[in-house]
């Protein structure tokens, strides 16, 4: 096992300290605010009871003794081999910070960012170590959703995402290869398009957002949260993919080409899903809902590793 170090102790890095701790990594935690990092451990300590609780991590006490808060940049970086940056969504801030990572970290260490959309090119330009630095975006939270996208710069080498990947393998995650930069990646490009859709019915009232929601979570969800779209439509048709694609194309099309409207993600009309979001579900009862969401999602990945070790 190595050594991670986690750098910004917000909701993603405790995210990240449970993945690596509780694989058997060492992990340090880092964050400029000292007491922040404090309030991270006893977070990751709480919910490492939980996820216990639900079969999905082992001796709570014992992984997080594998977690130590880091008073300084430099003791979080020494000797490690893998780093995962947490900072804000500011191109600034990450410019400045990867230049003093690539500085103090050991030359062979990996460093990977969780930004959701600044693409590695942009933070690592100026880097002596370009080479070895990328994107590495999680979805949240990374100890329940494990995929992560990997997008390098035009100047990462294939080494560098490869032994990422491997690494993420070994701590329990499913990294995606994102081949070349994009923005939004893969993940936020496919969301997207899904809520543009989405917010286009419920704008031109063709129906409700709770019917909206019950399409997507009763219906496209259901088959989504063990195939890919890919695989879905390859199983809908009698001979497969191609078969599909040759039944279904003039009907994509034509819907394709009605959907050249961009939505508005302001005004009235997000005005008008605030309020029927309200009644369904009160402002005072998001953070519970959260939990809710949660635990749902230990059991629903409880569930697909059970069937992944029956060979199904």
């Known amino acids: 096992m190595g050594t991670a170090a986690i750098i910004g102790s917000g909701l993603i890095g405790q995210g990240w300290a449970i993945v690596f701790a509780r694989a058997?990594?060492?992990?340090?935690l880092y964050d400029s605010d000292a007491a922040k990092a404090e309030e991270a451990r006893?977070?990751?300590a709480r919910q490492l009871r939980t996820l216990h609780d639900h079969g999905l991590a082992g001796d709570p006490h014992a992984i997080l003794a594998r977690v130590a808060v880091a008073g300084?940049?430099?003791?979080?970086?020494?000797d490690v081999d893998y780093v995962q940056e947490n900072t804000p969504?500011?191109?600034a801030i990450k410019q400045a910070l990867f230049l003093r990572l690539d500085a103090l970290a050991p030359a062979g260490a990996i460093l990977?960012?969780?930004?959701?959309?600044?693409r590695a090119s942009l933070f690592s330009r100026d880097v002596p170590g370009q080479a070895r630095c990328l994107v590495a975006h999680p979805v949240n939270p990374p100890y329940l959703v494990p995929v992560v996208e990997l997008s390098g710069a035009p100047w990462t080498t294939p080494d560098v995402i490869e032994r990422c990947a491997a690494i993420l393998r070994d701590v329990g995650q499913k990294p995606v290869v994102v081949r070349r930069e994009i923005e939004g990646f893969i993940l936020n490009r496919l969301q997207g398009a899904l809520l543009q859709e989405a917010l286009r019915l419920a704008e031109e009232g063709y129906a409700s957002v709770e019917d909206i929601d019950a399409t997507v979570k009763d219906g496209l969800g259901l088959r989504w949260s063990f195939m890919g779209p890919f695989e879905t439509i390859d199983l809908n048709a009698p001979g497969g993919i191609a078969d599909y694609c040759a039944r279904y194309n003039g009907m994509y099309r034509s819907i394709g080409a009605s959907q050249v409207r961009e939505p508005a993600w302001q005004g009235p009309a997000v005005a008008d899903l605030e309020a029927q979001r309200r009644e369904r579900l009160p402002a005072a009862d998001l953070h519970e809902r959260r939990f809710w969401r949660d635990e749902r999602l230990m059991r629903l990945l409880r569930h697909k590793q059970q069937a992944e070790e029956e060979g199904r």
């Open 24 to 28: 058997g990594w060492s992990v340090r």
């Open 42 to 44: 006893t977070l990751v």
């Open 72 to 78: 300084t940049l430099e003791a979080a970086l020494a």
């Open 89 to 91: 969504e500011d191109l």
């Open 112 to 118: 990977a960012s969780s930004t959701s959309s600044i």
